[in-house]
């Protein structure tokens, strides 16, 4: 290609501060460092943890920077080291990494990595280390992606080689929000054949969620949520009972425990809200039931009652959907093209990245699912 070896000027959305709308800017992206690929970024999803970082977590030192981090795209060019990696190749940058080669890599018992941009400056939720400038000025790239600007550069651990054949406007959502609410239910949870499950919000990681719980053979899935017409969709993904809290003046855990006999094997926050997340525990079944923290927050306490815990529940945490995020990704693709897990159904608007902030508003005010923007 042309620009191999040289630094690019493109378009990416740029956030340079928080409670702003982004701003479209020409940004200079710089050749791929050892180790490093170049990736020309066709199609990225809008996701909530984009908008946590906009107008809730907004750390000081968080800025400016591209959001995005649920991207595809087709590998440019790149760095010395890079081995397994050509141009060409159609991958997915990945916010959690797998170098293969730590003691969390090399365990079974979990997806996390000691070398991805989480462990110096995850509340920052970028490294200072970045390749992207804009009118002379260091612009960070959140959580090690980026997919926000029409090229990335992503370390190599931290990128994942998918099917050419897939779509990149549908499978860019495996990035982040699918997976991980499928596989809090599927890896994390470990949902069982004939359960009853409750999955607490009907975002795209709830919708995800629901499709999980469906695929493991749960028989009973509630799903909750104060939108009610959210229902309609989550139907689609398995759904089989729907409670909108609003509806009901005791507590929801009181009202799940009445529907299903005394509480849900498994319940998954979908949220991020503390408060659900104790509603979620206090929902299942006394002696079993699982409850997951699947929801993105860094910013209050959780509370709960031990007795909850000795009574013999247990609360676990979910990250990507416990998925080992370079082998994971590709599976998740060649399920979609088996026809084993729905991606369609999560879009429901598609729009050039010029429209961002539209897509910003769409999900903050709940009024979509998933927005694709496009960056061809």
């Not at 598609?350 to 927005?371: F, Q, W, Y």
Request: aromatic letters at 6%.
């Amino acid at each position: 290609m042309a620009t191999v070896g040289k630094v690019i000027k493109c378009k990416a959305a740029v956030a340079w501060e928080a409670n702003k709308p982004l701003v479209i800017e020409e940004i200079e992206v710089d050749v791929p460092h050892t180790n490093e690929i170049r990736i020309k970024i066709m199609a990225t999803g809008v996701c909530h943890t984009d908008l946590y970082h906009l107008f809730e977590g907004k750390p000081k030192d968080g800025f400016p920077v591209v959001l995005g981090h649920e991207g595809a795209g087709i590998v440019e060019s790149v760095g010395p080291g890079v081995t397994e990696f050509l141009p060409g190749d159609t991958v997915i940058p990945l916010f959690l990494s797998q170098c293969g080669e730590c003691r969390f890599c090399q365990s079974p018992k979990t997806n996390q990595c000691e070398k991805g941009w989480t462990n110096s400056r995850y509340d920052v939720m970028s490294c200072e280390d970045t390749r992207f400038t804009c009118k002379g000025q260091k612009v960070l790239q959140f959580m090690g992606t980026s997919t926000f600007s029409q090229y990335t550069v992503v370390n190599q651990i931290a990128v994942a080689k998918v099917d050419p054949s897939a779509p990149l406007h549908k499978v860019c959502l495996l990035g982040c929000g699918v997976c991980t609410g499928f596989g809090a239910a599927v890896n994390t949870a470990k949902v069982e054949p004939g359960s009853t499950c409750a999955v607490f919000g009907l975002g795209a990681v709830g919708l995800a969620a629901v499709m999980g719980c469906h695929t493991a053979g749960a028989k009973r899935i509630i799903a909750v949520d104060v939108n009610s017409e959210k229902f309609v969709k989550a139907k689609v993904f398995g759904a089989t009972d729907f409670v909108n809290p609003n509806d009901h003046s005791e507590p929801i855990s009181q009202v799940l425990s009445k529907m299903t006999n005394g509480g849900v094997d498994f319940s998954l926050e979908c949220v991020g809200n503390v408060g659900v997340m104790r509603n979620a525990l206090e929902s299942c079944i006394k002696g079993w039931g699982v409850s997951v923290l699947v929801g993105w927050t860094d910013m209050h306490d959780v509370a709960m009652r031990p007795i909850q815990l000795i009574a013999g529940r247990t609360w676990k945490g979910s990250l990507f959907g416990g998925f080992k995020s370079k082998d994971g990704v590709p599976q998740m693709v060649k399920a979609y093209l088996d026809k084993k897990v729905k991606l369609d159904e999560f879009i429901t608007h598609n729009m050039p990245l010029e429209s961002v902030n539209d897509a910003i508003d769409l999900m903050k005010h709940g009024k979509c699912i998933r927005t694709i923007l496009s960056l061809e």
